[in-house]
Nanobody
């Protein structure tokens, strides 16, 4: 079993900052890519940032230059530093990870439960 738990969401004014954290736990042998997705009301879930085990990152155009993804491989955690927040960043944010567990022979995709981020004007 693998569990991903997000924290750090909340209410912030436009222009402000928030930092999201996601910790993976369980029978983990290895974690490949980790990422953050978000889903706004009435919209499809959107991939916004990814980071490989080696530290290579990619961002959606909508967050590039404002959000920074990082990870601590020793702690199996991934962070999302969000700055210059806009009202359109309001969404439920989910972390995801490609995990190889002790019982598996291939990597599986795991998701957190989501954390709400609300940006007020």
């Amino acid at each position: 079993q693998v569990h991903l738990v997000e924290s750090g969401g909340g209410l912030v004014q436009a222009g402000g900052s928030l930092r999201l954290s996601c910790a993976a736990s369980g029978s983990i042998l290895s974690i490949n890519a980790m990422g953050w997705h978000r889903q706004a009301p009435g919209k499809q879930r959107e991939l916004i940032a990814t980071i490989t085990s080696g530290g290579s990152t990619n961002y959606a155009d909508s967050v590039k230059g404002r959000f920074t993804i990082s990870r601590d491989n020793a702690k199996n955690t991934v962070l999302l530093q969000m700055s210059s927040l806009r009202t359109e960043d309001t969404a439920v944010y989910y972390c995801a990870a490609e995990v190889l567990t002790m019982r598996a022979t291939t990597y599986g995709n795991y998701w957190g439960q989501g954390t709400q981020v609300t940006v007020s004007s």
